[in-house]
């Protein structure tokens, strides 16, 4: 039987994390979004909070706590009701470090896991999006061939996370032999990786995005994941759904509390039938899209392969983040459409989720 409830802990966490986003990360999203800069201090602060710790074994420096999809959901939500754009860039180490503990190797854990285990915030990044109409992991364009010793890489990514910044990148390409996808450790430098200009996008302007080329980039035998790309991929999509799920919320909360302060001919407008209506309908959605990602998330937790889960999850929670969001534009009318409101950014944001892939992992 499914048992999607949290635990005490886990609503310890959910508590922990969803106050330090209201307090810490609300605050600084709109200069971060302005400006196209995150304030260095506020990921050591995030950083602090040691949920990537807390997920890496203590043999490799780590904490040694379980690596529950479920509890990384919470942790994605919470965080991305604060800011998406924030909550990437300080949960990012995930992109690493998640794939190592699922599918990598005794080495690569034994090599990379101990410097994300340390006090101070450590960048990850992962390469899987590519410019392309109607992209899918199931057919990726960038390839891995075969090569004494080792594979070629080559080909294009786009929307790449911190990859100016990231020591390690998780680079996602399709087998030569089967084009079934497959997963390579690759260290910041490695000859053939070629970070490109920055991304300029409609929303997540605080986030460092690059394009990536990979043009006759040899890497040994050992860079490749020895597991299942898949595995990677679904738990990243999950992170990123609970992350819709965030960004939703919190214009469903902005356009509540609004409705509540708001007056039009001498009523408060949230005693209108029209606009009490659109908030429920939010409301319903925002918790189907939740309850469908716990769902993706405890068939990952059981040892499952989930993929029919995360799907739904994935395409359930990107179209209910760009409505909920624009409706939270249409709750505040005229208002919604200034900048003197964050839901317009709201909205900028969750537009992405139709196409972001691998921008975070539980």
């Known amino acids: 039987m499914i048992d999607i409830r949290l635990d005490e802990e886990q609503q310890l966490i959910a508590d922990t994390v969803r106050a330090f986003a209201q307090e810490q990360i609300r605050p600084a999203a709109r200069e971060a979004d302005e ?48 800011d998406l754009a924030i909550a990437v860039h300080a949960l990012s180490a995930r992109l690493v470090v998640d794939p190592i503990l699922h599918i990598g190797s005794e080495e690569q854990k034994s090599t990379v896991l101990p410097r994300y285990a340390g006090d101070s915030f450590v960048a990850g990044s992962a390469a899987i999006l590519e410019p392309q109409w109607n992209f899918a992991p199931s ?19 786009t929307m790449v996370p911190l990859a100016n910044e990231a020591p390690y990148m998780v680079v996602y390409a399709a087998d030569e032999r089967d084009g079934r996808p497959c997963a390579f450790l ?9 970070v490109g200009e920055r991304d300029h996008h409609l929303g997540l302007k605080g986030l460092e995005t690059f394009e990536v080329r990979f043009k006759g980039c040899r890497v040994p035998e050992s860079a490749r994941l020895p597991g299942d790309a898949l595995v990677a991929i679904r738990r990243a999509r999950v992170a990123q759904s609970a992350m819709a799920v965030g960004v939703a919320k919190a214009s469903l909360s902005y356009a509540i509390d609004y409705a509540k302060e708001r007056e039009a001919f001498g009523t408060k407008i949230a005693q209108k039938q029209a606009i009490a209506f659109m908030l429920a309908e939010m409301a319903i959605e925002v918790d189907a899209a939740r309850l469908l990602n716990w769902e993706a998330a ?37 208002h919604g459409f200034i900048r003197d409101h964050p839901v317009e950014m709201w909205a900028r944001n969750a537009r992405g989720f139709a196409t972001f892939e691998c921008l975070a992992s539980v």
């Open 186 to 194: 690759l260290e910041a430098g490695t000859p053939g990786l070629v």
């Open 298 to 334: 405890w068939h990952l937790d059981q040892g499952e392969e989930g993929a029919r889960e995360v799907a739904i999850a994935r395409r359930y929670s990107a179209d209910m983040a760009m409505m909920v969001t624009d409706n939270g534009i249409q709750v505040l009318g005229g």
């Open 139 to 157: 057919r990726m364009r960038t390839v891995a061939r075969r090569r004494a010793g080792g594979y070629e890489i080559e080909g294009l990514k």
């Open 35 to 82: 400006t196209g800069r995150i304030p260095s201090e506020l990921i050591e602060q995030a950083w602090q909070l040691a949920f990537v710790q807390a997920s890496i074994p203590e043999r490799y420096g780590g904490q040694g706590g379980p690596t529950s999809a479920v509890t990384g959901t919470v942790i994605a939500e919470a965080m991305a009701e604060g």
